[in-house]
């Protein structure tokens, strides 16, 4: 069973730095394609980033890309996304997501297995 606990969030003012951590665990991670999505209160969760099971081909949303780098480390079964320049309106809950297979995708219904999620607050 492949199990992913996020960390690394927490309360920080608009223009500062985080990163966010993703473990992986009960699979070979370099057989999945990760992703992270992110959810504000009363919105529907949304694409943030992904990037294929070799590392490589990372996809951005619009709304961050330039400011956000996803990254993993095939060794540490770890996925990272580097958040810099944060606005309040990244303010979310963030899971990360695993896809089996190269690529990953925007739709969520094409991972299989997801984290608890991490809370980001950013404030003004």
């Known amino acids: 069973q492949v199990q992913l606990v996020e960390s690394g969030g927490g309360l920080v003012q608009a223009g500062e730095s985080l990163i966010l951590s993703c473990l992986v665990s009960g699979a070979t991670f370099s057989s999945y394609a990760m992703g992270w999505f992110r959810q504000a209160p009363g919105m529907e969760r949304e694409y943030a980033a992904g990037?294929?099971?070799?590392?490589?081909?990372?996809y951005y949303s619009d709304s961050v890309k330039g400011r956000f780098t996803i990254s993993r480390d095939n060794a540490k079964n770890t996925v990272y996304l580097q958040m810099n320049s944060l606005k309040p309106e990244d303010t979310a809950a963030y899971y990360c997501?695993?896809?089996?297979?190269?690529?990953?995708?925007?739709?969520?219904?094409?991972?299989?297995?997801w984290g608890q999620g991490t809370q980001v607050t950013v404030s003004s």
């Open positions: 997501a695993a896809r089996y297979g190269v690529s990953p995708s925007t739709n969520e219904q094409d991972y299989d297995s």
């Open positions: 990037i294929s099971r070799h590392g490589g081909s990372p």
